[in-house]
Protein backbone atom coordinates (compact mmCIF):
# COMPACT_ATOMS: atom_id res chain seq x y z
CA UNK A 1 0.00 0.00 0.00
CA UNK A 2 0.79 3.66 -0.40
CA UNK A 3 1.49 4.36 3.34
CA UNK A 4 3.74 1.91 4.69
CA UNK A 5 6.99 2.85 3.44
CA UNK A 6 6.75 6.39 2.69
CA UNK A 7 8.67 9.07 5.28
CA UNK A 8 7.11 11.01 7.87
CA UNK A 9 7.45 14.22 5.83
CA UNK A 10 4.76 15.37 3.76
CA UNK A 11 4.46 16.61 -0.04
CA UNK A 12 1.81 18.60 -2.29
CA UNK A 13 -0.06 16.41 -4.76
CA UNK A 14 -2.85 16.39 -7.37
CA UNK A 15 -5.11 13.16 -6.11
CA UNK A 16 -7.84 11.33 -6.80
CA UNK A 17 -9.64 8.63 -4.86
CA UNK A 18 -9.96 5.11 -5.89
CA UNK A 19 -13.25 5.26 -7.54
CA UNK A 20 -12.60 9.17 -9.04
CA UNK A 21 -15.10 9.99 -6.80
CA UNK A 22 -14.68 13.80 -6.45
CA UNK A 23 -11.57 13.91 -8.19
CA UNK A 24 -8.84 15.35 -8.54
CA UNK A 25 -8.23 17.60 -5.66
CA UNK A 26 -5.07 19.19 -4.11
CA UNK A 27 -3.84 17.05 -1.17
CA UNK A 28 -0.59 16.07 1.05
CA UNK A 29 0.78 12.72 1.02
CA UNK A 30 4.11 11.30 2.84
CA UNK A 31 7.26 11.82 0.83
CA UNK A 32 8.07 8.01 -0.67
CA UNK A 33 11.20 6.17 0.49
CA UNK A 34 12.85 4.50 -2.51
CA UNK A 35 12.91 0.95 -2.39
CA UNK A 36 15.28 -1.63 -3.66
CA UNK A 37 15.82 -0.61 -7.76
CA UNK A 38 13.46 2.37 -7.04
CA UNK A 39 14.99 6.27 -6.64
CA UNK A 40 12.99 9.52 -5.41
CA UNK A 41 12.86 12.42 -7.66
CA UNK A 42 11.82 15.84 -6.86
CA UNK A 43 9.81 16.54 -9.94
CA UNK A 44 10.57 19.50 -11.69
CA UNK A 45 7.74 19.38 -14.66
CA UNK A 46 5.08 17.31 -15.75
CA UNK A 47 3.22 18.10 -18.74
CA UNK A 48 -0.64 17.13 -18.38
CA UNK A 49 -1.91 14.49 -21.45
CA UNK A 50 -5.90 13.95 -22.48
CA UNK A 51 -4.78 10.62 -20.71
CA UNK A 52 -3.94 12.55 -17.32
CA UNK A 53 -7.39 13.85 -17.61
CA UNK A 54 -9.08 10.92 -18.11
CA UNK A 55 -7.14 9.20 -15.09
CA UNK A 56 -7.68 12.03 -12.63
CA UNK A 57 -11.33 12.02 -13.25
CA UNK A 58 -11.85 8.35 -13.03
CA UNK A 59 -12.61 7.75 -16.50
CA UNK A 60 -9.35 5.88 -17.61
CA UNK A 61 -7.19 3.48 -15.54
CA UNK A 62 -7.96 2.59 -12.17
CA UNK A 63 -5.91 2.38 -8.70
CA UNK A 64 -5.14 -0.21 -5.95
CA UNK A 65 -5.08 2.06 -2.97
CA UNK A 66 -6.35 5.62 -2.26
CA UNK A 67 -5.37 8.68 -1.90
CA UNK A 68 -3.61 8.28 -5.69
CA UNK A 69 -1.54 11.09 -6.98
CA UNK A 70 -1.86 11.53 -10.69
CA UNK A 71 0.40 12.66 -13.68
CA UNK A 72 1.63 9.83 -15.87
CA UNK A 73 5.18 11.47 -16.84
CA UNK A 74 7.61 14.04 -15.97
CA UNK A 75 11.13 15.21 -15.65
CA UNK A 76 13.50 15.90 -12.25
CA UNK A 77 16.12 15.25 -10.64
CA UNK A 78 17.49 12.26 -8.28
CA UNK A 79 17.50 12.92 -4.74
CA UNK A 80 17.71 9.43 -2.86
CA UNK A 81 18.30 5.98 -4.34
CA UNK A 82 16.93 2.86 -2.82
CA UNK A 83 19.37 -0.25 -2.94
CA UNK A 84 21.13 -1.62 -6.24
CA UNK A 85 21.26 1.84 -8.08
CA UNK A 86 24.09 3.12 -8.51
CA UNK A 87 24.97 6.51 -5.73
CA UNK A 88 26.25 8.45 -8.61
CA UNK A 89 22.25 8.93 -9.86
CA UNK A 90 21.71 11.18 -7.21
CA UNK A 91 21.74 15.00 -8.11
CA UNK A 92 21.33 13.66 -12.02
CA UNK A 93 18.37 14.89 -13.92
CA UNK A 94 15.96 12.48 -15.77
CA UNK A 95 13.02 12.15 -17.62
CA UNK A 96 10.44 9.32 -16.48
CA UNK A 97 7.41 7.78 -17.11
CA UNK A 98 6.82 4.70 -14.52
CA UNK A 99 4.54 2.50 -16.85
CA UNK A 100 7.76 1.69 -19.39
CA UNK A 101 9.49 -0.10 -16.22
CA UNK A 102 8.29 -4.22 -16.11
CA UNK A 103 7.86 -4.09 -12.44
CA UNK A 104 6.62 -0.78 -11.07
CA UNK A 105 3.85 -0.72 -9.18
CA UNK A 106 3.63 3.10 -8.33
CA UNK A 107 2.83 3.34 -12.02
CA UNK A 108 1.53 6.97 -11.57
CA UNK A 109 2.45 10.08 -9.56
CA UNK A 110 4.06 12.76 -11.39
CA UNK A 111 1.79 15.65 -10.70
CA UNK A 112 3.54 15.74 -6.69
CA UNK A 113 6.23 17.37 -5.35
CA UNK A 114 8.15 14.11 -5.27
CA UNK A 115 7.62 10.60 -6.55
CA UNK A 116 9.15 7.33 -6.18
CA UNK A 117 9.97 5.51 -9.33
CA UNK A 118 11.79 2.43 -10.82
CA UNK A 119 15.51 3.77 -11.97
CA UNK A 120 15.12 1.35 -15.10
CA UNK A 121 11.97 3.70 -16.23
CA UNK A 122 14.54 6.49 -16.29
CA UNK A 123 15.96 8.33 -19.29
CA UNK A 124 19.17 10.82 -18.03
CA UNK A 125 19.20 14.07 -19.52
CA UNK A 126 22.64 16.19 -19.70
CA UNK A 127 22.87 18.35 -17.15
CA UNK A 128 22.49 21.59 -18.99
CA UNK A 129 19.20 20.64 -20.13
CA UNK A 130 15.96 21.75 -19.11
CA UNK A 131 13.45 19.37 -17.47
CA UNK A 132 10.65 21.12 -18.91
CA UNK A 133 11.63 20.53 -22.62
CA UNK A 134 12.11 16.49 -21.98
CA UNK A 135 8.94 16.50 -19.40
CA UNK A 136 6.82 14.42 -22.15
CA UNK A 137 9.18 11.95 -23.12
CA UNK A 138 6.81 9.09 -23.22
CA UNK A 139 3.53 8.63 -23.55
CA UNK A 140 3.27 10.96 -26.94
CA UNK A 141 6.64 9.87 -28.20
CA UNK A 142 5.67 6.00 -27.59
CA UNK A 143 2.40 6.72 -28.80
CA UNK A 144 3.45 7.72 -32.23
CA UNK A 145 5.89 5.60 -32.83
CA UNK A 146 3.90 2.52 -32.26
CA UNK A 147 1.54 4.21 -34.89
CA UNK A 148 4.71 4.55 -37.24
CA UNK A 149 5.40 0.38 -36.65
CA UNK A 150 1.66 -0.47 -37.09
CA UNK A 151 2.11 1.79 -40.30
CA UNK A 152 5.29 -0.37 -41.30
CA UNK A 153 4.00 -3.66 -40.82
CA UNK A 154 1.15 -2.88 -42.33
CA UNK A 155 3.22 -1.39 -45.23
CA UNK A 156 1.39 1.84 -45.47
CA UNK A 157 2.68 4.72 -46.93
CA UNK A 158 0.21 7.55 -45.63
CA UNK A 159 -1.89 7.20 -42.50
CA UNK A 160 -4.99 9.83 -41.34
CA UNK A 161 -4.36 11.28 -38.07
CA UNK A 162 -6.91 13.39 -36.35
CA UNK A 163 -6.28 16.02 -33.90
CA UNK A 164 -3.08 16.48 -36.02
CA UNK A 165 -2.01 20.45 -34.33
CA UNK A 166 -1.43 19.02 -31.14
CA UNK A 167 2.08 18.62 -29.50
CA UNK A 168 1.89 14.56 -30.29
CA UNK A 169 0.55 15.67 -34.03
CA UNK A 170 3.73 17.80 -34.94
CA UNK A 171 6.17 15.09 -33.93
CA UNK A 172 4.05 12.65 -36.35
CA UNK A 173 4.40 14.79 -38.90
CA UNK A 174 8.33 15.12 -38.01
CA UNK A 175 9.04 11.43 -37.11
CA UNK A 176 6.77 10.28 -40.69
CA UNK A 177 8.67 12.48 -42.81
CA UNK A 178 11.93 10.72 -41.59
CA UNK A 179 10.53 7.66 -41.59
CA UNK A 180 8.92 7.90 -44.79
CA UNK A 181 5.47 8.16 -44.02
CA UNK A 182 3.33 11.19 -44.86
CA UNK A 183 0.45 12.06 -42.25
CA UNK A 184 -3.05 12.97 -44.06
CA UNK A 185 -3.42 15.74 -41.10
CA UNK A 186 -6.99 16.85 -40.13
CA UNK A 187 -7.25 20.03 -37.80
CA UNK A 188 -10.28 22.42 -37.28
CA UNK A 189 -9.15 25.86 -37.87
CA UNK A 190 -7.69 27.62 -40.97
CA UNK A 191 -4.77 28.82 -39.05
CA UNK A 192 -3.97 25.05 -38.20
CA UNK A 193 -3.65 24.15 -41.50
CA UNK A 194 -1.27 26.77 -42.57
CA UNK A 195 0.78 26.41 -39.09
CA UNK A 196 1.15 22.28 -40.16
CA UNK A 197 1.85 23.05 -43.87
CA UNK A 198 4.79 25.38 -42.72
CA UNK A 199 6.07 22.10 -40.26
CA UNK A 200 6.48 20.19 -43.83
CA UNK A 201 2.88 18.26 -43.57
CA UNK A 202 2.21 17.15 -47.44
CA UNK A 203 -1.48 16.64 -46.88
CA UNK A 204 -3.17 19.36 -44.02
CA UNK A 205 -7.45 19.20 -43.90
CA UNK A 206 -9.95 21.38 -41.86
CA UNK A 207 -13.27 19.33 -40.53
CA UNK A 208 -14.98 22.20 -40.85
CA UNK A 209 -14.89 22.71 -44.83
CA UNK A 210 -18.25 21.91 -46.72
CA UNK A 211 -15.52 20.26 -49.10
CA UNK A 212 -13.82 18.09 -46.22
CA UNK A 213 -15.35 14.85 -47.05
CA UNK A 214 -14.78 15.29 -50.66
CA UNK A 215 -11.06 16.20 -50.28
CA UNK A 216 -10.64 12.86 -48.05
CA UNK A 217 -12.10 10.42 -49.58
CA UNK A 218 -10.07 11.77 -53.56
CA UNK A 219 -6.94 12.16 -51.03
CA UNK A 220 -7.32 8.30 -49.86
CA UNK A 221 -8.16 7.13 -53.17
CA UNK A 222 -5.10 8.57 -54.75
CA UNK A 223 -2.65 7.31 -52.02
CA UNK A 224 -4.46 4.13 -51.59
CA UNK A 225 -5.24 4.88 -47.71
CA UNK A 226 -5.92 2.36 -45.33
CA UNK A 227 -5.05 3.58 -41.92
CA UNK A 228 -5.85 6.01 -39.37
CA UNK A 229 -5.07 7.17 -36.03
CA UNK A 230 -8.24 9.34 -34.42
CA UNK A 231 -8.11 11.18 -31.20
CA UNK A 232 -11.11 12.76 -31.81
CA UNK A 233 -14.07 10.20 -32.31
CA UNK A 234 -17.40 11.01 -32.38
CA UNK A 235 -19.03 11.62 -35.90
CA UNK A 236 -15.78 12.26 -37.54
CA UNK A 237 -15.28 8.51 -37.25
CA UNK A 238 -17.45 7.23 -39.42
CA UNK A 239 -16.37 10.47 -42.10
CA UNK A 240 -13.09 9.03 -42.31
CA UNK A 241 -14.25 5.79 -42.07
CA UNK A 242 -16.64 5.93 -45.05
CA UNK A 243 -13.46 8.03 -47.27
CA UNK A 244 -11.12 5.03 -46.57
CA UNK A 245 -10.37 1.99 -49.16
CA UNK A 246 -11.56 -1.39 -48.39
CA UNK A 247 -9.42 -3.57 -45.31
CA UNK A 248 -8.95 -0.54 -43.58
CA UNK A 249 -8.49 0.43 -40.12
CA UNK A 250 -9.00 2.75 -37.83
CA UNK A 251 -7.57 3.05 -34.36
CA UNK A 252 -8.99 5.37 -31.64
CA UNK A 253 -6.64 6.43 -28.92
CA UNK A 254 -8.90 9.17 -27.25
CA UNK A 255 -12.13 10.58 -27.53
CA UNK A 256 -12.22 14.68 -27.90
CA UNK A 257 -15.68 15.16 -29.41
CA UNK A 258 -16.76 14.01 -25.76
CA UNK A 259 -18.41 10.98 -27.39
CA UNK A 260 -17.48 7.60 -28.26
CA UNK A 261 -16.93 6.12 -32.22
CA UNK A 262 -20.66 6.77 -33.84
CA UNK A 263 -20.44 3.67 -35.69
CA UNK A 264 -23.93 2.23 -35.05
CA UNK A 265 -25.34 3.04 -38.76
CA UNK A 266 -22.43 2.18 -40.15
CA UNK A 267 -22.14 -1.53 -39.24
CA UNK A 268 -22.91 -2.84 -43.18
CA UNK A 269 -19.88 -0.64 -45.33
CA UNK A 270 -17.93 -1.98 -42.38
CA UNK A 271 -19.07 -5.69 -42.82
CA UNK A 272 -19.10 -5.14 -46.67
CA UNK A 273 -15.75 -3.59 -47.12
CA UNK A 274 -13.59 -4.94 -44.07
CA UNK A 275 -13.00 -1.74 -42.04
CA UNK A 276 -12.24 -2.12 -38.62
CA UNK A 277 -12.47 0.49 -35.99
CA UNK A 278 -9.90 -0.81 -32.88
CA UNK A 279 -9.06 0.39 -29.76
CA UNK A 280 -5.62 1.88 -29.03
CA UNK A 281 -4.04 2.02 -25.78
CA UNK A 282 -0.29 2.48 -25.35
CA UNK A 283 0.10 0.15 -22.40
CA UNK A 284 -0.91 -2.52 -24.32
CA UNK A 285 0.42 -2.17 -27.50
CA UNK A 286 3.24 -4.38 -29.02
CA UNK A 287 5.40 -1.13 -28.46
CA UNK A 288 5.31 -1.94 -24.76
CA UNK A 289 4.56 -5.61 -24.70
CA UNK A 290 7.51 -6.97 -26.50
CA UNK A 291 10.72 -5.82 -25.09
CA UNK A 292 12.82 -5.64 -27.96
CA UNK A 293 10.40 -3.14 -29.30
CA UNK A 294 10.57 -1.63 -26.31
CA UNK A 295 13.96 -0.82 -26.18
CA UNK A 296 13.96 0.09 -30.03
CA UNK A 297 11.91 3.06 -29.23
CA UNK A 298 13.76 3.95 -25.68
CA UNK A 299 16.45 4.15 -27.67
CA UNK A 300 15.30 6.42 -30.21
CA UNK A 301 14.12 8.65 -27.73
CA UNK A 302 17.12 8.74 -26.20
CA UNK A 303 19.10 9.36 -29.17
CA UNK A 304 16.37 12.28 -29.98
CA UNK A 305 17.69 13.98 -27.16
CA UNK A 306 21.50 13.68 -27.55
CA UNK A 307 20.32 15.33 -30.97
CA UNK A 308 19.23 18.25 -29.22
CA UNK A 309 15.12 17.25 -29.60
CA UNK A 310 14.28 17.65 -32.92
CA UNK A 311 11.24 15.36 -32.81
CA UNK A 312 10.35 15.25 -28.95
CA UNK A 313 11.64 18.14 -27.43
CA UNK A 314 8.28 20.08 -25.78
CA UNK A 315 7.10 23.66 -26.56
CA UNK A 316 5.40 24.97 -23.58
CA UNK A 317 2.40 27.18 -23.37
CA UNK A 318 1.65 27.73 -20.13
CA UNK A 319 3.14 26.78 -16.56
CA UNK A 320 1.22 26.21 -13.91
CA UNK A 321 1.84 25.53 -9.74
CA UNK A 322 -0.16 22.25 -8.46
CA UNK A 323 -2.74 24.37 -6.54
CA UNK A 324 -4.23 25.68 -9.84
CA UNK A 325 -4.85 21.93 -10.99
CA UNK A 326 -8.51 23.44 -11.75
CA UNK A 327 -7.52 25.57 -14.13
CA UNK A 328 -4.77 24.12 -16.16
CA UNK A 329 -7.54 20.73 -16.57
CA UNK A 330 -9.58 23.25 -18.08
CA UNK A 331 -7.00 25.81 -20.14
CA UNK A 332 -4.79 22.64 -22.02
CA UNK A 333 -7.00 21.79 -24.20
CA UNK A 334 -8.04 25.27 -25.47
CA UNK A 335 -3.42 25.48 -25.32
CA UNK A 336 -2.94 21.98 -27.26
CA UNK A 337 -2.16 24.08 -30.83
CA UNK A 338 0.44 26.04 -29.13
CA UNK A 339 2.27 23.33 -26.97
CA UNK A 340 1.99 21.60 -23.90
CA UNK A 341 0.49 22.98 -20.73
CA UNK A 342 2.72 21.75 -18.04
CA UNK A 343 3.03 21.51 -13.85
CA UNK A 344 6.23 22.75 -12.40
CA UNK A 345 5.48 21.22 -8.31
CA UNK A 346 8.41 23.05 -6.72
CA UNK A 347 9.04 26.37 -9.22
CA UNK A 348 8.65 29.02 -6.44
CA UNK A 349 6.07 31.41 -6.91
CA UNK A 350 7.41 34.38 -8.50
CA UNK A 351 7.96 32.10 -11.50
CA UNK A 352 4.32 32.05 -12.89
Given at each position: GINAEYMGIMMKGVLRTKTGADSPFIGEVPIPKPTPGY??????????????????????GSTAFEP??????????????????????????????????THSSDKIGMWSQFARVPFDACVMLGDAENCEDYCGLFVNPLTLLAFISIAKKMKEKTIIHTGAASSLGK???????????????????????????????????????????????????KLNVHLAFDCVVGDLTPKIMHAMCANS????????????????????????????????????DHIMKDPEEKKKALAYISDDIKKGGPFFKLTIAKKYKLEDYKEALVKYKELASQGKTIFMPNAQDHFF
Open positions: VLIKVMAAPINPSDEYFSKGSYYVCGFEGAGIITEVGEGVPAAAVGKKVTVWPGVSSLIKVGLAEGIDVICIVRRPEQVKALSELGAKYVLNQNDSTFQTQLQELCLAIYTYGFLSGTGAKMEDHKEEMLKDNKRVISFVVMN
